[in-house]
């Protein structure tokens, strides 16, 4: 308190003497990314305000859990900050269409990203963008490159040479051959399904046809992901249906496991961790050749309140966010969580350069189920994680699984009945 | 004719607990009564009577959900009955042997994962029986039964019994106080009595201590059934919101926050969250009226 009103006098000081009649502002950004609070603190804020001396910024973030409910709240009441961090798809979309976001389709920055980038955060029909598009998180593989050195192997391309690394690995018995459990569901939906999955239903063109209600789970690009990941179940280590995730991560940051099925966002927890060198591959093709399609999956944005008292500096601030130097800031920061911007960013780690690299040679896309498809209930997002992990133990068989979450689907999405 | 008076002292002493037990008891309850009669259609709420129920109990999507979470709490409530109290009572029955030495110290050792946290009941478990880093897998090596050894808490057929198990450890402590605290109270003549008549050991147990204890019973077979069909937190804990694998460890606690709250991607849904809510609410008052009614009215009582 004291230091504030030190800081006050200082600035008024400064005010009169250099006769600058310039209002300075103090914009408040709504975070759940309480882990990042010194990156903020130390690097994106100083970064901004060197440029923008008059616009100050405070970085107060909340507990994940705990965002959604404390930002509705605070929205409600008046007393949210000026910039609000944005969750992808419909949490933010009900905040736009309850009047707390504004429409940002206009601002000049926009054109710095591309329509899948933006899609996270726009009205259904795409009229609106609500959000600036911060980063985003690549699936694939991430292995262990001692283990493959020591035991021959070749980074698989196609799906053959991926279960042939498999066989290899479990073959010679000294590495579990990947890591991931069923115990906490989502990372079999995730980082199985929605990770490989792609390359089957060919990313965008797939995922649109679905949403428009002209192709259904039941059909074979849809359910043929279950069938490989019913393969999986042999290569993971004994008792995987109790492995809960930080055990996957521990036993693949061990050592004890040669390949992760991964998000990019292992990436700094992983380098903290592994004495070994690491790898990634990008989810096998079918056939030597095919295109490839990776899920490239919107995380984040940031958006603005539309109660804000200053929409002029959280314009400022929301057009340098969408600029290549924030990107680069973040994106190095950060490794793993890739800025969207269009403009190539030049990234530092080796293995989130490796990762994002993919961008240009395969098509991107986003998880299957996260946009308009997890409106209603049965919940396609939560259905999904039950039927990745039934096929993983083969308790279900793909067309029934498929036949499932069609039948939950249709029951309350209108394209899909 | 004096008047009576007016006893006010009755109502000011009444008041404190009536005022803080109304506002944080009454109130809510009924509140999340009257919530379930709403629903949301376009940022309006409005009432649509016993349409939540109607979807609860009918739809498909909602109802099998509901009876998968009812049955699994019944097997939990069987669990217990069958394991918990037995034990419980059978530690009582030793516990109050005369004979026994370090009583205390058994009955302190017996009673303190009661006061344990649930998370941290669930997560030492978890812990414990993991296959990975687990001590369980390798204490069954040591003795050459690592083959029956399986991921418990993995598997569908046997997740819920390994939780409910892990909830009778936990609790165990509690009907064996409450018995041990009955069979304290059994007059020494009594016995003595039974002794003259020839009544010693094992029969004296079931023939003069067990009658006794029955009422004592009777209440913590209550508390176990709303015990158990409020319970939350160890499989929260333990398996997550999903209540996994596949929804076999779904219980109406986990049910109702997963709709109520909402989870991942799925919105929160208050209205029918408080209509889980609503008949958690009637079964358990149901159980506790038969209890009440047709158990403790027929139960035999004997003066000590």
Redesign the interface.
């Known amino acids: 308190m004291q230091l504030r009103t030190l800081g006050l006098a200082l600035a008024s000081t400064a005010l009169v003497t250099t006769g600058v009649a310039a209002q300075e502002v103090t914009l408040t950004i709504e975070s759940w990314r309480n882990d990042d609070l010194t990156l903020w603190q130390d690097e994106i804020i100083p970064a901004f305000e060197a440029q923008h001396p008059d616009i100050k910024v405070e970085f107060t973030p909340s507990a994940p859990a705990e965002y959604n409910a404390v930002l509705n709240s605070k929205l409600d009441a008046g007393s949210a900050g000026d910039l609000i961090t944005c969750r992808p ?3 933010s979309l ?1 905040l736009y269409d ?1 009047g707390h976001l504004t429409d940002l389709s206009d601002l000049d920055a926009m054109s710095n990203f591309s329509d899948v980038a933006k899609s996270a955060w726009q009205t259904d029909d795409g009229a609106a963008t609500f959000c600036v598009p911060m980063a985003s998180v690549i699936h694939g593989f991430i292995y262990n490159k001692d283990a493959f050195a020591e035991l021959g192997l070749e980074v698989p391309t196609t799906e053959g040479e991926f279960f042939a690394v498999l066989d290899a690995i479990k073959d010679d018995g000294s590495y579990i051959p990947m890591a991931m ?6 990372e079999a939906a995730t980082m199985g399904y929605n990770n490989i999955g792609p390359n089957y239903w060919k990313g965008e063109e797939g995922r649109q046809a679905l949403i428009a209600g002209d192709q259904k789970l039941t059909d074979p690009q849809w359910t043929a992901p279950y069938a490989t990941l019913a393969r999986w179940g042999g290569y993971l ?8 995730y930080p ?1 996957s991560q521990n ?1 693949f940051t061990l050592g004890r496991a040669a390949i992760y099925p991964a998000g990019s966002w292992e990436i700094s927890g992983f380098n903290a961790q592994a004495d070994f060198e690491m790898g990634a591959f990008k989810p096998p093709v079918q056939n030597a050749g095919d295109t490839c399609y990776i899920s490239d999956h919107t995380d984040i944005g940031i958006g603005m309140n539309a109660a804000t008292d200053h929409p002029e500096a959280a314009k400022t601030f929301l057009a340098w966010v969408a600029s290549p130097e924030f990107a680069e800031i973040f994106g190095n920061a950060l490794p793993g969580f890739f800025p969207l911007s269009s403009t190539p960013v030049e990234l530092e780690d080796p293995l989130a350069k490796e990762i994002v690299g993919w961008r240009d040679e395969c098509e991107s896309t986003i998880r299957s ?2 946009q308009i498809l ?1 409106r209603g ?3 396609l ?2 259905e999904t ?2 039927a990745s ?2 096929a993983i ?1 083969g ?1 279900a068989t793909p067309d029934e699984l498929g036949q499932q979450l069609q039948d ?1 689907l249709a ?1 309350w999405y209108e394209p899909q009945q | 004719m004096k008047r009576a008076r007016i006893r006010w002292h009755i109502a000011v002493f009444l008041a404190p607990a009536v005022i803080v037990y109304s506002a944080v008891m009454i109130f809510p309850l009924f509140n999340t009564l009257r919530l379930a009669l709403y629903t949301r259609v376009d940022r309006e709420r409005v009432f649509v009577g016993l349409e939540n129920f109607q979807t609860l109990f009918f739809d498909p999507i909602w109802a099998e959900q509901f009876w998968n979470a009812l049955g699994n709490n019944f097997w939990f409530f069987i669990i217990h009955m069958l394991v918990q109290n037995p034990i419980g009572i059978a530690l009582a029955a030793i516990l109050s042997h005369p004979r026994l030495r370090f009583a205390a110290l058994y009955r302190s050792a017996i009673f303190i994962p009661t006061i344990l946290s649930f998370v941290i009941v669930g997560f030492a478990w978890k812990l414990i029986l993991s296959p990975i880093w687990g001590i369980a897998p390798s204490m069954l090596d040591a003795i050459g039964l690592k083959s029956l050894f399986a991921p418990w808490l993995g598997k569908e057929e046997y997740a819920l019994t390994t939780l409910a198990l892990v909830s009778v450890w936990q609790f165990v402590g509690i009907p064996m106080m409450l018995i041990y605290a009955a069979l304290l109270t059994i007059p020494e003549e009594i016995l003595e009595a039974g002794e003259v008549d020839g009544i010693t050991g094992m029969s004296a147990f079931w023939k003069i201590k067990l009658p006794l204890i029955l009422p004592s019973i009777g209440i913590i077979s209550i508390l176990t059934f709303v015990g158990n069909f409020n319970a939350f937190d160890l499989i929260y804990a333990a398996q997550g919101a999903l209540a996994g694998p596949d929804y076999s460890t779904d219980i109406l606690g986990t049910f109702m926050y997963r709709t109520f709250f909402g989870f991942q991607l799925q919105l929160g849904d208050p209205h029918m969250g408080s209509a889980i809510a609503g008949a958690m609410f009637a079964i358990i008052l149901l159980g506790v009226c038969i209890y009440l009614f047709a158990i403790q009215t027929r139960m035999r009582r004997y003066q000590l």
């Open positions: 798809f419909d949490a009900a309850a459990g069923t115990n906490d569901q989502w280590g004994d008792g995987y249906e109790a492995q809960t055990d036993i189920t996260y997890s209930t049965p919940n997002e939560n994680w039950g992990v039934a133990k308790a939950g029951s």
